[in-house]
């Protein structure tokens, strides 16, 4: 127990006798306010105490340490720490890591209060009256005069630091557990006479160390699959320290037909399981696994997750394949106009020849309007982007009225590739005859894959 006039109290009988120890601490100056004390998590006669003495004019800082009960007292603090000290915390996982709330921010040490370093990562200079972590969540949970509470997410990467870590370039630190939230954009928002803060990113965090930061030359980050293969890529964080980079657990968007109006594609997210995260920087690469794994509070069961896996993909890979099959079109035609620009006299031929492929493209994507204002009924490809972005946005399994409505997609769209391949078979062969006739290049498309790189 300590009090405003310098005493420190300790019983080891539950109260029933009490012991002053406020002689035992070197450099202390008598009177001083023990404004905090912490017992350790670790040993029964250990604790910190914090002394203030600003009401008097001392605006030193003062912390000490004891092993024994109060019988001796070190002192844990180092030049590096400014501003009167108002609390003490000791983290309940590594005995080393302190925090330390002073009238002008918050510092921490690794080694025990060998060395102190400020933390201003997002953090201002105010006075921090308490400190406390949230064991659920490993949170480090701070109250201030001047900004209320202030909560730093997840500090299990300070846990990890050691000597070893801080000699290597790169160093991954264990991933916090990696969950695929099911959650909606629906909820409440805070009115203007409220203080709300944002609740902590639902994302995927990748937390490493970087010895120096990365200026020149190759840096990348990718997450890959089981197999090896690449899933996605991410910009790096290249800061000195730790780094934190974000990943939402999608792959890609698909690919879009291209149409007079606006249509979107939802990102496709990735399945749980193993994935490794790949590091190229210079010559060397860093690799690190990570698993993920399903919201455990949702009602859907594996079975399901899986039909719904298997039909966004479908949707993904249908209306990719659209996309493609709307390039080959577009080429055809190009190439088609290009050849009655060169001969007028093709027209009579050409032109028949173009109203069968606007005729099958309007059953494709829209193809008045335009980006800003949306006209002509929805096509092929508004139907299949809408119902691809409602399954991928859904938090459920596939209704019987979507399954039904994708099977309707697919036949139109099984219908449209048999009509342009007979298209083609009608008509491609003798535009290449006409093209090489007038000396122009035959037509040649991109492949699928050249396709999907292409910008």
């Known amino acids: 127990m300590g009090t405003d006039d310098g005493n420190v109290q300790v019983t080891q009988d539950g109260g029933k006798t009490w012991k002053n120890v406020n002689t035992n601490l070197p450099g202390l100056p008598a009177g001083t306010w023990c404004y905090h004390i912490e017992p350790s998590s670790f040993n029964k006669g250990t604790a910190y105490a914090v002394f203030d003495g600003h009401s008097s004019g001392d605006m030193k800082p003062y912390a000490y340490k004891t092993t024994n009960f109060g019988a001796s007292w070190t002192s844990v603090l180092t030049p590096e720490v400014e501003g ?26 690794l080694n025990g209060g060998k060395n102190w370093y400020k933390f201003t990562n997002n953090m201002p200079a105010v006075a921090v009256h308490y400190i406390e972590i949230q064991r659920k969540t490993n949170d480090l949970v701070m109250g201030t005069h001047g900004r209320g509470v202030i909560i ?72 890959q699959d089981i197999k090896g293969q690449k899933v996605s890529e991410i910009t790096p964080g290249k800061t000195k320290g730790i780094n934190i980079v974000e990943w939402g657990y999608t792959s890609k968007t698909p690919k879009i037909a291209k149409g007079q109006t606006l249509s979107f594609g939802a990102p496709l997210r990735v399945p749980a399981g193993k994935y490794k995260i790949v590091v190229q920087k210079g010559t060397e690469t860093y690799t690190h696994d990570w698993d993920i794994s399903y919201d455990p509070r949702s009602k859907l069961t594996l079975e399901d997750r899986k039909v719904k896996e298997q039909t966004i993909q479908k949707m993904f890979d249908m209306t990719q394949s659209l996309a493609y099959l709307v390039y080959e079109l577009d080429e055809t035609v190009a190439v088609a106009n290009q050849l009655v620009a060169k001969d007028a006299n093709l027209s009579s031929t050409i032109t028949p020849m173009l109203a069968e492929f606007k005729k099958l493209k309007e059953t494709l994507v829209v193809t008045t309007g335009d980006n800003y204002v949306s006209a002509g009924e929805p096509q092929l490809r508004e139907k299949m982007t809408a119902l691809y972005s409602n399954l991928a946005f859904s938090l459920y399994k596939p209704s019987a009225n979507e399954l039904g409505n994708l099977k309707f997609i697919e036949g139109g769209f099984n219908s449209a590739k048999l009509e342009f391949q007979k298209l083609k078979d009608k008509h491609v062969v003798k535009l290449n005859e006409l093209l090489g006739k007038n000396g122009m290049v035959m037509l040649k498309v991109k492949s699928f894959e050249e396709f999907l790189q292409m910008p």
């Open 152 to 223: 730093i997410d997840d500090i299990s990467p300070l846990r990890q630091i050691t000597d070893e870590v801080l000699a290597k370039d790169l160093h991954f630190f264990k991933n916090r557990p990696a969950i695929m939230y099911d959650e909606n954009g629906f909820g409440g928002t805070s009115g203007e006479t409220q203080f709300v803060g944002p609740n902590p990113s639902r994302a995927g965090q990748i937390v490493y160390y970087l010895k120096k930061r990365h200026t020149l030359g190759k840096f990348t980050m990718e997450i």
């Open 84 to 109: 009167i000290a108002r609390n003490i915390q000791e983290d309940f996982v590594n005995p080393n890591l302190l925090f330390l709330g002073t009238e002008f921010g918050l510092y921490i040490t």
